[in-house]
Every structure is written in structure tokens, then in C-alpha cells.
């Protein structure tokens, strides 16, 4: 009987040791995790930071390309007022500078849709750490639960061996 608690003694600590080895790896990839949650939460902060820099930018400029636009047109049409023997090449400046603005207003949409793509990405990766948290949480708690049935079972062969020799 004393060799069969021996034995469950032994195995038990040989499973609080791969418990033990199990949850300082799993400490050290929550640290790294966490690292890197912190790394990506400084990036994401930082991205939309720049995100909203090149907003400011773009809007900026898009009020002073309207700006200029309006000035433009306006600069256009007083000089057709007095330039009626020139109309032709008037009309054909007023076509080149509508194709710019169409240039001008095709790119920044262009640039619109990849920022927003960008932080549509951004929200993605979010939550794929954010599962990723909630799963190594989940394995942490089954761990720390095997750990105490562990104990437990470590209690109960004690008593029991104490019990034995208190018999013989």
C-alpha cells in the first residue's frame, strides 16, 4: 500500500511539475502578449494619429483646392465678361481646369478609401488580439484549476500515507 501511494505521490508531482512548467509558459506568453498588445495599442494609437493628421491634411487642402477652384472660376468668368473676342480660349481653358479638378477630386477619394481601409484593417487586428486574450485567459483558469485538483489530490495521498503509518 506505502508503494502505491509512493507511486500516486510521485505521479502527482510529476504533474504539478508539467502544471508548473505548463503555467510558466503560459505566464511568459501572456507577458509576451501582453507586450505585444501593448506595442499594437501604441501602433494603433499612433496610426490613428497619422490617420487623422492626413485627414486634417486632406481637408485641409480640399478646402483650399475648393478655394482656389472657386477663385479660379471666378477669375474665369470676369475674364470672359471682357475678353468676348477671345471666347474660344476661354472655353478651352475652362474645360482643361474642370479636367484637373476631376483629376484632383478622383485622387482624393481614392485617398479617402484607403484610409478608411486601412482602419478597417486596424479594427480587425483589434479584435483578432482581443480573441486572443480571451482564449489564453480560458487556458490560464483550466490550468489553475488543474492545479488545485492537483493540490488536492497531493492532500488527500498525504493523509492517506500519514494515515498508513500511523497503522503500522
Known amino acids: 500500500m506505502e508503494s502505491s501511494i509512493s507511486d500516486q505521490t510521485r ?4 504533474e504539478r ?3 508548473q512548467q505548463d503555467s510558466v509558459r503560459l505566464n511568459a506568453q501572456q507577458s509576451a502578449f501582453d507586450q505585444d498588445r501593448t506595442s499594437f495599442t501604441a501602433r494603433m494609437e499612433q496610426e490613428r494619429a497619422d490617420l487623422q493628421a492626413a485627414k486634417d491634411k486632406f481637408l485641409a487642402e480640399q478646402r483650399e483646392m475648393m478655394s482656389k477652384c472657386y477663385e ?4 474665369v468668368a ?3 465678361s471682357r475678353l468676348s473676342s477671345s471666347q474660344k480660349l476661354s472655353k478651352e481653358k475652362e474645360v482643361q481646369e474642370a479636367e484637373r ?4 477630386e478622383r485622387t482624393l477619394k481614392l485617398q479617402l478609401e484607403r484610409l478608411q481601409e486601412e482602419s478597417s484593417k ?3 487586428e483589434r479584435a483578432q488580439l482581443s480573441e486572443e486574450q480571451e ?3 480560458g487556458q490560464l483558469r483550466a490550468l489553475q484549476e488543474k492545479e488545485k485538483a492537483i493540490t488536492e489530490q497531493e492532500s488527500e495521498a498525504s493523509k492517506k500515507l500519514q494515515q498508513a503509518k500511523e497503522m503500522h
Open 11 to 14: 505521479q502527482l508531482e510529476q
Open 17 to 19: 511539475w508539467k502544471l
Open 101 to 104: 479638378l476631376r483629376k484632383s
Open 135 to 137: 482564449r489564453q485567459d
Open 78 to 80: 470676369n475674364e470672359l
Open 72 to 75: 479660379e472660376r471666378r477669375e
Open 122 to 124: 486596424l479594427v480587425g
